[in-house]
């Protein structure tokens, strides 16, 4: 099997708890999964992209793993797992197991172990990154955690602080030590002995933390920024090439790791064809809001980019990676709003033009692209008005943190919520408008959004028009035509506020790519007009009716324009 098999596939991320609940208690699950199999080869997938179903007390939704090689009683059972596993494979569809490794839960045997005091040849005692405290008893250093709060939990029983980039309930594994290490690539190992089919890698980049544990720089808010110190840390290259060596290169492996804070430089480091890291990266720079307007909160109140940043943001990334490593392509995932409500626009009238228009603008582009369960439905944020609708940690920190400790109203934080909460991810799947949207019989873990009755799974699949049945189209383009997969990136009208452009070119073909931001109808500009005219054929549109003279609302319009290529 070709290694480089990821190049021409497309992904869907599955979060197990919101998919489907097969048992009625309210939880999605893997008889859930399996039952929709068949749902996603229609859809022409070709890789599940399995958020954590590890045993797991949730404190961060299963992203904190007690036990790697057992399954979470939520979600059922290991057989379950292997059921699905060789359903998945006999449909023609591949599992990438989404793996967190920078830290574990409170609740691991390892942590359990660590935590105990008094014996230096505690093989456990340094799994961990423990410090004593500070001469006043406070914390090691002034990091925060990504969750709010200090990076450190003091514990009693040992009489020293421990790190936690993230809740308190995630400890921060101690890379350092040779021994994690080699506890973490037998158990990798063993997941791809039982027939997986790679990685998501959770914020791998945080890995390494420089010696010493500086304080981090104070901007204004209550705790200094550590990331200098832990993202692309001194040795994360040094990890990554083992673990590729011990487990990656045994195996035609899909390999993705997240990584907040890459440059592109970084990204070629990770992804380079001679570096043996990962095939590819998440990297989080073109869905971080306007970076000279980053807001008091962070993401709560950062700005959005205007659409010629967006452009730009995006094309580095495209023009960077080209020849030298492999872009992920996505809008949309479980920690992020809802595409089409963040980027598109979710009214009625425009919800689904809109939504096939950022499909395109993706798709089109060069890199495996990804789609977050829903957004090939076109599914909207949920605005959940009671702070009691959510159920995310961070949400309820940020909530917490910004009204008790920064003076907002609690109406300003909700605001913040409806916008950017990560739950607007986590609302159950709409499969069709029964009660629950068909998700489950008893009562869901979270609100289901109310608009499922207008926007489900059943209704899109019979209509030949729907936002489900175009993605289908766009992935088709994908599997069947090489310019999609290996043709060179050009942005075209970088500074127009209005239009996105770009062209593909492989060989002696060319792709022209046009896709409007705006619910305004716009004229063509010449130089694309000359472009346009007069041979050139509509590879794929959101709109019905071919129009050269004008750019419709929200339109996605892909040209093919034959002979103009370059050979390759």
């Keep these: 099997m070709k290694r480089d098999w990821w190049k021409k596939a497309v992904v869907y991320q599955i979060y197990p708890r919101s998919f489907m609940d097969s048992n009625g208690d309210g939880i999605g699950d893997i008889g859930g999964i399996i039952e929709k199999l068949e749902y996603l080869q229609d859809l022409g997938i070709?890789?599940?992209?399995?958020?954590?179903?590890?045993?797991?007390?949730?404190?961060?939704?299963?992203?904190?793993?007690?036990?790697?090689?057992?399954?979470?009683?939520?979600?059922?059972?290991?057989?379950?797992?292997?059921?699905?596993?060789?359903?998945?494979?006999?449909?023609?569809?591949?599992?990438?197991?989404?793996?967190?490794?920078?830290?574990?839960?409170?609740?691991?045997?390892?942590?359990?172990?660590?935590?105990?005091?008094?014996?230096?040849?505690?093989?456990?005692?340094?799994?961990?990154?423990?410090?004593?405290?500070?001469?006043?008893?406070?914390?090691?250093?002034?990091?925060?955690?990504?969750?709010?709060?200090?990076?450190?939990?003091?514990?009693?029983?040992?009489?020293?602080?421990?790190?936690?980039?993230?809740?308190?309930?995630?400890?921060?594994?101690?890379?350092?030590?040779?021994?994690?290490?080699?506890?973490?690539?037998?158990?990798?190992?063993?997941?791809?002995?039982?027939?997986?089919?790679?990685?998501?890698?959770?914020?791998?980049?945080?890995?390494?933390?420089?010696?010493?544990?500086?304080?981090?720089?104070?901007?204004?808010?209550?705790?200094?920024?550590?990331g200098p110190f832990y993202i692309n840390g001194p040795r994360v290259h040094e990890y990554l090439q083992k673990m590729n060596e011990q487990v990656f290169s045994g195996y035609p492996l899909i390999t993705v790791g997240e990584t907040p804070g890459a440059s592109v430089e970084d990204a070629v480091r990770y992804t380079g064809e001679n570096a043996h890291e990962l095939n590819m990266i998440f990297q989080f720079e073109h869905m971080e809001g306007d970076p000279d307007h980053p807001g008091k909160y962070g993401k709560w109140d950062a700005k959005e980019m205007s659409l010629p940043q967006w452009k730009r943001c995006l094309s580095k990334w495209q023009t960077g990676l080209e020849g030298k490593g492999w872009n992920s392509l996505y809008l949309s995932n479980h920690d992020r709003p809802r595409p089409v409500s963040r980027f598109g626009n979710d009214s009625p009238g425009y919800r689904a033009c809109s939504a096939k228009m950022l499909a395109t603008c993706l798709h089109m582009m060069k890199g495996t692209p990804y789609i977050y369960q829903g957004e090939e439905l076109g599914m909207t944020n949920a605005y959940f008005e009671k702070l009691e609708d959510y159920r995310d940690v961070e949400t309820l920190n940020a909530f917490e943190e910004l009204t008790n400790k920064r003076g907002e109203t609690p109406e300003t934080v909700l605001g913040y919520l409806k916008r950017i909460g990560r739950d607007n991810a986590?609302?159950?799947?709409?499969?069709?408008?029964?009660?629950?949207?068909?998700?489950?019989?008893?009562?869901?873990?979270?609100?289901?959004?109310?608009?499922?009755?207008?926007?489900?799974?059943?209704?899109?699949?019979?209509?030949?028009?729907?936002?489900?049945?175009y993605y289908k189209r766009l992935i088709h383009l994908r599997h069947t035509m090489d310019v999609v997969v290996h043709g060179r990136y050009e942005l075209l009208e970088p500074e127009d506020e209005n239009l996105f452009v770009y062209s593909r070119t492989w060989k002696d073909e060319k792709l022209l790519v046009i896709c409007n931001f705006t619910k305004r109808e716009l004229p063509v500009p010449q130089q694309l007009s000359d472009r346009i005219f007069p041979d050139t054929d509509v590879v794929i549109s959101n709109y019905l009716t071919r129009q050269d003279d004008r750019i419709r609302p929200y339109e996605a319009t892909v040209y093919l324009i034959k002979g103009t290529g370059e050979q390759g």
């Design 426 to 469: 986590r609302t159950p799947m709409q499969w069709d408008n029964s009660s629950n949207a068909g998700f489950t019989t008893g009562t869901p873990w979270i609100g289901v959004n109310p608009n499922f009755t207008e926007i489900n799974a059943r209704q899109q699949r019979e209509d030949p028009d729907s936002v489900f049945q």
């Design 46 to 226: 070709d890789v599940i992209w399995l958020s954590p179903v590890y045993r797991s007390p949730n404190v961060d939704n299963g992203y904190d793993i007690s036990d790697y090689q057992a399954i979470m009683e939520d979600f059922g059972t290991m057989e379950e797992f292997e059921r699905m596993l060789e359903k998945a494979h006999g449909l023609g569809i591949k599992i990438m197991m989404d793996l967190a490794v920078n830290h574990t839960s409170d609740e691991h045997p390892w942590f359990i172990e660590s935590q105990k005091s008094g014996n230096p040849g505690n093989p456990y005692r340094d799994y961990y990154i423990w410090r004593d405290p500070k001469e006043d008893g406070g914390a090691p250093n002034n990091w925060g955690s990504s969750f709010g709060g200090s990076a450190w939990t003091y514990h009693e029983g040992r009489g020293q602080y421990y790190l936690h980039l993230f809740a308190s309930g995630q400890p921060d594994l101690n890379w350092e030590n040779p021994a994690v290490r080699g506890e973490v690539f037998q158990m990798m190992n063993w997941w791809c002995e039982k027939g997986v089919d790679g990685f998501r890698l959770d914020v791998i980049s945080m890995i390494s933390k420089v010696p010493g544990l500086p304080d981090g720089k104070m901007n204004g808010g209550l705790y200094g920024d550590g």
